[in-house]
Nanobody
Framework: QVQLVESGGGLAQTGGSLRLSCAAS????????VGWFRQAQGKEREFVTA???????FTAAAMEGRFGVSRDNAKNTVYLQMNRLLPGDTAVYYC?????????????????WGQGTQVTVSS
């Protein structure tokens, strides 16, 4: 069993940066792939980025170059660094964990989910 708690959301200006954290409990967290998804109001949840236990990263094309993911297994924490934020990045951001990396951008493949943290980017 893995429990995930996101933090670091808030209000940012266009062009600004935020770093989200996903803190996990569970002794086997280091073996899981952790993904970040976001859901804007009235829209479907979409894949942002993910990092495997080997620290291999996968990022959605729309966020490539602006968003980055990293993990510190000693701290049981995964980070989402978001730079050059745009109003279109406004959403609730969720972290999620799973085993393996097949279909890594597919939300249904993830077993454990956090409650989400709101990110709002003002123009």
């Amino acid at each position: 069993q893995v429990q995930l708690v996101e933090s670091g959301g808030g209000l940012a200006q266009t062009g600004g940066s935020l770093r989200l954290s996903c803190a996990a409990s569970g002794r086997t967290f280091g073996t899981y792939t952790v993904g970040w998804f976001r859901q804007a109001q009235g829209k479907e949840r979409e894949f942002v980025t993910a990092i495997s236990w080997q620290h291999i990263t996968f990022t959605a094309a729309a966020m490539e170059g602006r968003f980055g993911v990293s993990r510190d297994n000693a701290k049981n924490t995964v980070y989402l660094q978001m730079n050059r934020l745009l109003p279109g990045d406004t959403a609730v951001y969720y972290c999620a964990a799973r085993e393996g990396t097949a279909s890594i951008s597919r939300a249904a493949e993830y077993i454990y989910w956090g409650q989400g943290t709101q990110v709002t980017v003002s123009s």
